[in-house]
T-cell receptor
Framework: AQTVTQSQPEMSVQEAETVTLSCTYD???????LFWYKQPPSRQMILVIR??????QNATENRFSVNFQKAAKSFSLKISDSQLGDTAMYFC????????????FGKGTLLTVNP | NAGVTQTPKFQVLKTGQSMTLQCAQD?????MSWYRQDPGMGLRLIHY???????DQGEVPNGYNVSRSTTEDFPLRLLSAAPSQTSVYFC????????????FGDGTRLSIL
């Protein structure tokens, strides 16, 4: 069974600074997909970024980027120029190539951006 | 498009009562799923469906039933509510391609007294 581990239950960062959230996963699959979801206090689940395992290039979406290390099974999220609106729970999630309907989530990291 | 719509947003039940959480999507997605979110546990898959008439169990299916009579709707039934089912429930849908993300509803906060 796949597992996703987020080792940082809580983190904080000053506004405009950079922060990195960690995620490791365990799978025997070679083809899979990784996601970071953001859950603000409104409770919505918002997709931040996604990475296909077969792509070596790290995904980037504006201020959000990932460091995908396939051999190490690591998938960290870097947030640059942190903004107050980035305050949220962040979940790392995994799905293998054949079961997009079954996401396995980590337990989440609560990120607080301080003014 | 409304996306994924969950009703109700909040519900309080007494132990032993039954109820159905509704989920509807208007994106013609084949895949639909139900997750529960508990503090410190992330989201865990309850049941999922790969199309009308097809459902299967996820990680934590006990105490819940589902059916999928149409592409649009995927209700989750609690037959006899227990305090352990107090949680926030999310419905999600996606197309059949693995690289496409799931679309989540806004969640239902359910309290069982």
């Amino acid at each position: 069974a796949q597992t996703v581990t987020q080792s940082q239950p809580e983190m904080s960062v000053q506004e405009a600074e950079t922060v990195t959230l960690s995620c490791t996963y365990d799978t025997s699959e070679n083809n899979y997909y990784l996601f970071w979801y953001k859950q603000p206090p409104s409770r919505q689940m918002i997709l931040v970024i996604r990475q296909e395992a077969y792509k070596q290039q790290n995904a980037t979406e504006n201020r959000f980027s990932v460091n995908f290390q396939k051999a190490a099974k690591s998938f960290s999220l870097k947030i640059s120029d942190s903004q107050l609106g980035d305050t949220a729970m962040y979940f790392c999630a995994f799905t293998d190539g054949g079961s997009n309907y079954k996401l396995t989530f980590g337990k989440g990291t609560l990120l607080t951006v301080n003014p | 498009n409304a996306g994924v719509t969950q009703t109700p947003k909040f519900q309080v039940l007494k132990t032993g009562q039954s109820m159905t959480l509704q989920c509807a999507q208007d994106m013609n997605h084949e895949y639909m799923s139900w997750y529960r979110q508990d503090p410190g546990m992330g989201l865990r898959l309850i049941h999922y469906s790969v199309g009308a008439g097809i459902t299967d169990q996820g990680e934590v299916p006990n105490g819940y039933n589902v059916s999928r009579s149409t592409t649009e709707d995927f209700p989750l039934r609690l037959l006899s509510a227990a305090p352990s089912q107090t949680s926030v429930y999310f419905c999600a849908s996606s197309v059949s391609f693995s690289d496409q993300p799931q679309h989540f509803g806004d969640g239902t906060r359910l309290s069982i007294l």
